[in-house]
């Protein structure tokens, strides 16, 4: 792996599998294609930069979750991040996302959002989920079911005022 920066195809390879990955881990957390597209960015410089050795392809992909959501997480704790405001907040009704179920999911905790993306989309198990976001399968068990329990509230609803998301 060291000659990474020299091997166009195996990067080009990694692009292909993993950046729709990556992006829509971004995007569940960031809720902003803008941001979610710098974060893909982001994670393939950063294995560009460390260059990683993987044992597996399953490794490969942990890391790249692992990097995701890192770097999504520490762009939402920036304060140049949380002192700006999107651009669909500023009323540009020509940016619309069509998936109402995607835009029900933005209504959950990012936590509780991300575990019912890797649990659903991603098809990780618990314990596999537990050591991706080194939490424990207590946690990651009662996130998801959490999770579960408000959006079937919300899609049944529209809403979940009563509730604390």
């Not at 314990?127 to 079911?145: D, M």
Request: charge should be neutral; glycine fraction near 2%.
């Amino acid at each position: 792996m060291a000659l990474l920066t020299t091997n166009s195809e195996l990067f080009t390879k990694m692009l292909t599998t993993y950046s729709d990955m990556v992006y829509r881990i971004a995007l569940h957390y960031l809720k902003n294609k803008a941001n979610a597209e710098d974060i893909v960015q982001e994670t393939f410089l950063k294995i560009l930069e460390k260059q990683p050795c993987f044992e597996n392809d399953n490794h490969q992909r942990a890391w790249f979750i692992r990097v995701a959501v890192n770097a999504s997480k520490d762009r939402l704790r920036s304060f140049w991040y949380r002192k700006t405001v999107p651009l669909e907040e500023l009323g540009d009704k020509s940016i619309e996302n069509n998936s109402s179920v995607l835009e029900e999911l933005f209504l959950l905790k990012p936590n509780d959002r991300i575990v019912l993306y890797l649990y659903y989309y991603e098809q990780y198990n618990l314990k596999e989920i537990s050591g991706l976001l080194n939490t424990s399968i207590n946690t990651i068990s009662a996130r998801l079911q959490r999770a579960r329990r408000k959006l079937k509230l919300i899609l049944e609803e529209g809403d979940i005022n009563n509730e604390e998301r």
